[in-house]
């Protein structure tokens, strides 16, 4: 795996090994980190080191070896290929590019895919940074007060919670006997730890917030709700009215010079 290099293992795994207070909110998180790094090996493999992208072509162009790689990479860098004939100057040439026939996204999805792994990250970067501001083991504290609920009696359970309370009261005893600098009455304060923790899920919401406009940006949709409008089309399909083929709409066509005549072909870009 690409997290056993040493230097990327410990970029990414050290801060799930700092923060160890999860959530199923956290956990939905960091299953999300561990999908996306899986897509990004997989997209970023096939970009550099297999197909990245294939086009649907005519038999006697697939057939030519030549053609099929140059329309390949054509169609990687340019989102589609179009070659038109003009049937009144009787030229050819490339078609026009416009925003609504390319798709630009694919060369860069590994990348955007990189980019969200980092900001899924980000929050617990920022948890682990905040637990050693705290000083206080709250790992510890939160697994030992699991127990309690596993305690038979009333007495058990009680001698757990005085312990707790002990180890958090001696732990902002001692701080304040030992104070240092000006904002240290900011990081010994009891409700320190709770403000942090409040700060790291508002983080974590915020960065959904984020992730969906960007993926909409990237995508070039209008709507966020994209993903559910998709999934409901799927589940419930419209009546497909059969359209008949109009021979005016030639020119969204690519034209090659075959026997004589001319045969009109479009290729489509696909993953």
Same mark, same amino acid.
């Given at each position: 795996m690409i997290w056993e290099i040493p =230097? =990327?293992?410990?970029?990414i795994t050290k801060p799930f090994k700092a923060a160890k207070l999860y959530e199923f909110y956290d956990r939905l998180h960091l299953f999300t980190v561990y999908l996306l790094g899986f897509f990004v090996?997989?997209?970023?493999?096939?970009?550099?080191?297999?197909? !990245? =992208?294939?086009?649907?072509? !005519?038999?006697?162009?697939?057939?030519?070896r030549?053609?099929?790689?140059?329309?390949h990479n054509f169609c990687l860098f340019y989102g589609t290929?179009? /070659?038109?004939?003009?049937?009144?100057?009787?030229?050819? #040439?490339?078609?026009?590019?416009?925003?609504?026939?390319?798709?630009?996204? /694919?060369?860069?999805? !590994?990348f955007f895919f990189?980019?969200?792994v980092c900001c899924f990250l980000l929050p617990?970067?920022?948890?682990?940074?905040?637990?050693?501001?705290?000083?206080?083991?709250?790992?510890?504290?939160? #697994? /030992?007060?699991?127990? =309690?609920?596993? #305690?038979?009696?009333?007495?058990?359970?009680?001698?757990?919670?005085?312990r707790i309370v002990a180890?958090?009261?001696d732990h902002f005893k001692f701080r304040r006997a030992h104070k240092m600098g000006y904002f240290a009455w900011i990081t010994f304060n009891t409700a320190f730890p709770s403000v942090l923790y409040g700060i790291t899920k508002f983080l974590f919401i915020a960065n959904?917030?984020?992730?969906?406009?960007?993926?909409?940006?990237?995508?070039?949709?209008?709507?966020w709700t994209w993903g559910f409008d998709l999934l409901e089309k799927f589940l419930y399909p419209a009546p497909r009215n059969h359209d008949f083929f109009s021979w005016s709409d030639k020119k969204k066509f690519a034209s090659v010079l075959a026997d004589g005549s001319y045969n009109r072909f479009q290729y489509f870009p696909i993953l």
């Open positions: =230097i =990327i293992g410990d970029f090996v997989l997209t970023g493999a096939k970009q550099h080191f297999g197909n !990245p =992208i294939d086009c649907m072509l !005519p038999k006697q162009h697939d057939e030519l030549s053609w099929r790689e140059y329309i290929f179009r /070659y038109e004939l003009n049937n009144e100057t009787s030229t050819s #040439e490339f078609g026009s590019y416009t925003d609504d026939a390319t798709i630009n996204y /694919y060369q860069w999805v !590994p990189a980019f969200q617990f970067w920022c948890w682990a940074f905040m637990q050693k501001m705290i000083y206080l083991d709250m790992a510890f504290i939160v #697994e /030992y007060a699991g127990r =309690i609920n596993k #305690e038979k009696t009333f007495d058990e359970a009680k001698e757990k919670v005085d180890y958090m009261h959904v917030i984020l992730q969906v406009n960007l993926v909409c940006k990237f995508l070039d949709v209008d709507s």
